[in-house]
């Protein structure tokens, strides 16, 4: 990371709320309020856009412009759903370089122009759907547990998990059912087919899930591992999945949940004295403060070594020796076993 690049997302971390009210203003006299409608009054278009330069701020605080392009791939695909077409794209992008090329200074302006520069780039590629999450072996399986959750029958859900759990064996169960579920479930959000009750009914429906079946786990371990969700990050699905694969590798897990604040979770290491920290980071928004916690949990416990996963770390093979990482993975079996991986080196 450069120091230009360190400077831009300081300034942008500090004027977050007059740039995104800017930005807002601008895209507002261009393309007209009647425009604009779909994404609801101005104040939760200036939080949207705020949301956005957040996102700026810690591509650049970290030297990783696609932390930045990913979101800005995601909302092309929320916008393109609705019905925002690619003039409205085209405009935000136009507007967020004109009001920040005015408003930043000439040195922070140098660090950000290359990156609006990729990002003009990538709106003007077609734009691909992704792949289906109800693909795979257990596609079919993964459908009827989604129509379960969106039911939003608690009874049916739990037998449904429990008797796919039985056939399939829990291991596959998750993988190849409860993630794509939950992943179909954030596609179908993104979208606008569901609302956000749906979604957290669907999400708390997966936690009774993981919580209810039961196989057969190894023996013990003898090796205890922390699992949490980085500080800010309010996702903790991903993390509980990676929990209970741990438990049931023989693991004694402690699970600290979503938004663990930095401090406490240290202490909490040394309190727990673990052999292991597992951290989740589900949006790239929270990068930095898992640096943070690493960055401390290697000072005050420098034997415990910390794995991390989450979506933020699916598009940028990088991260997570950039955050401070020992190691990375991007499902709950894979970091079983590099958790056991790590223990063992260390």
Known sequence: MSSSSAFAASVLDTTLSASSAGVALYLRERLGARKLAGLGSFEELSADLRVRLQYLAEALALGHPRVYLQHVEWMRGAHLARGLGQD?????????????????????????????AEEERLLAAPWLEPPDALRGPCAAEA??????????????????AQELADRLGEADFVEQVLVPAQRELGRLWQRGE?????????????EDILARIRGRGEPSLGKRVVVASASGDLHEIGARMVAHRFERGGWDVCFLGANVPTGDLVLSLQELEPHLLALSVTLGLHL???AKIIEKAHAGEPR???LVGGPAFEFDSGLWRTIGADAMALDAVSAERTGRELVARA
């Open 88 to 116: 409205y794209l085209d405009a935000t992008r136009a507007c967020l370089g004109a009001v920040l090329c005015e408003d930043l200074p000439t040195a922070a302006w140098a660090a950000v122009e290359p990156v609006l």
């Open 143 to 160: 459908t009827r547990l989604v129509e379960a959750l969106l039911a939003g029958s608690r009874p049916r859900a739990l037998a449904l």
């Open 194 to 206: 569901i609302h956000v009750g749906e979604e957290h009914l669907g999400s708390r429906l997966t």
């Open 288 to 290: 930095r403060a898992a």
């Open 304 to 306: 415990v070594p910390v």
